[in-house]
C-alpha cells in the first residue's frame, strides 16, 4: 500500500505523542480516533483532520483504518486487540498490555492466528545504544545485570491507584524489565519488597509503593535486581547494567558504556526512539514485513507476566518463578 491510514483508540498524551511523530512519516495517514471523553476525540480529530467515533467497534468497521494504536490506560484494556485482528487490521498496543496476564494471552493467541501484523510500546528496544549492545552481547556470558527507574511521580491521578496501574514496575519500569529481558534473556525466581515511604504525605489516597526493589535470577544462571522509585522527583536513573566474565556494559537512555580487555567505548546516540518505532511499524504494515518490529505483542506480554510476577512476590512476601 502507498500509504498506511492510522486510527487511534485512547487519544490521551501518549496517544497524541505517537500521532505527532506520524506527522513525520509520509507513509502514515491519520484517519480515525475514538475516546470515552468525546471533547478530548473531537478536539484530537479537529487538530489533525481526523474522523471521530463515539465507539471503538464503529472505528474498526469504518473501513478507513490499516493500523491501530491502542493508547488506553491498562485498566481500561479489553479484547479491542482480539477485534482488530479478526477484521485484520494491523495494531500497536501501548505498554502495559493490561493488568489481566491470561487476557492479554487471549489476546496474543488471536493475534498470532490472525497474522496481522502487530507492535507493542517498547520504544527503548530501537535506541541505538540498545541495538549497538545486543550486537556486542552476541554469544557472551552474562553474569549479573542490574537495572534502575528512578523518578518522580506522573501527575495522574489513576497513575496513584494499584488496581488501575499496577504500580510502577507494571506501568513504568516495565521499560527497564523489557530491556533486561530483550538483552540479557528471560527470568527465572523473583523477590520484591515493595514500601510506601513518602507518596502518602502527598497523595493520602495513593495504593501504590513508592519505592521497590527485586532481586531475581534469571533462566541462564544470571543473578540481578531492579531498584525503582516515583519519590525522587529532584533525581532520576534508567540505566541497565550487564556484567560478564571480562566485559561491563551500561546503557543510560542514549549513551553506551563498554569495558573489557581490549574495549573502552563511551558512545552518545541521538535516536528518535518513538520515530524509529512508529516508523518501523507503518513501513511493516506497508509491506507486511513483520521481522522490522523489535518488540511485537506477544513480547509485551511476557514483559507484563515479569512485572506481575515481581507485584506478586511483594505482595506473599516471598520468592515466585516467572512463567
Not at 170 to 197: C, K, M, N, P
Request: proline content about 2%.
Amino acid at each position: 500500500m502507498e500509504k498506511v491510514k492510522v486510527g487511534f483508540i485512547g487519544v490521551g498524551g501518549m496517544a497524541e505523542h505517537h500521532i505527532k511523530t506520524l506527522q513525520k512519516l509520509e507513509r502514515a495517514e491519520l484517519t480515525a480516533v475514538h475516546d470515552i471523553n468525546l471533547e478530548r476525540a473531537n478536539q484530537i480529530g479537529s487538530a489533525y483532520g481526523a474522523d471521530v467515533y463515539a465507539d471503538a467497534e464503529q472505528l474498526l468497521d469504518s473501513g478507513k483504518v490499516d493500523a491501530l494504536f491502542i493508547c488506553t490506560p491498562p485498566f481500561a484494556r479489553d479484547d479491542i486487540e482480539q477485534k482488530a485482528a479478526a477484521k485484520g487490521i494491523a495494531l500497536l498496543s501501548e505498554k502495559p498490555v493490561g493488568l489481566d496476564l491470561e487476557a492479554a494471552k487471549r489476546n496474543a493467541r488471536a493475534i498470532a492466528a490472525s497474522g496481522v501484523v502487530n507492535s507493542s510500546g517498547y520504544c527503548l528496544r530501537y535506541l541505538e545504544t540498545v541495538q549497538k549492545a545486543k550486537t556486542y552481547l552476541t554469544g557472551k556470558q552474562i553474569n549479573m545485570v542490574l537495572a534502575y527507574r528512578i523518578g518522580g511521580l506522573p501527575p495522574v491521578a489513576w497513575w496513584r491507584q494499584q488496581h488501575m496501574s499496577g504500580g510502577q514496575m507494571v506501568e513504568q519500569s516495565t521499560h527497564q524489565v523489557d530491556l533486561v529481558r530483550y538483552l540479557a534473556g528471560e527470568f527465572d525466581q523473583v523477590h520484591s519488597i515493595y514500601a510506601q515511604r513518602s507518596i502518602r504525605d502527598v497523595h493520602p489516597e495513593a495504593t501504590i509503593s513508592d519505592y521497590g526493589v527485586v532481586s531475581f535470577t534469571m533462566r541462564s544462571g544470571a543473578v540481578g535486581s531492579i531498584v525503582n522509585s516515583c519519590g525522587s522527583p529532584h533525581f532520576g536513573r534508567g540505566e541497565v547494567e550487564i556484567y560478564g566474565p571480562d566485559f561491563y556494559l551500561c546503557i543510560d537512555g542514549k549513551s553506551l558504556t563498554i569495558r573489557d580487555g581490549e574495549t573502552k567505548r563511551d558512545e552518545q546516540c541521538d535516536t528518535d526512539f518513538y520515530l524509529e518505532q512508529d516508523r518501523a511499524f507503518i513501513e511493516a504494515v506497508r509491506t507486511g514485513r513483520q521481522e522490522l518490529v523489535l518488540g511485537d505483542y506477544a513480547e509485551a506480554v511476557a514483559t507484563l507476566e515479569a512485572t506481575l510476577a515481581f507485584n506478586a512476590s511483594a505482595d506473599a512476601h516471598k520468592t515466585v518463578s516467572v512463567g
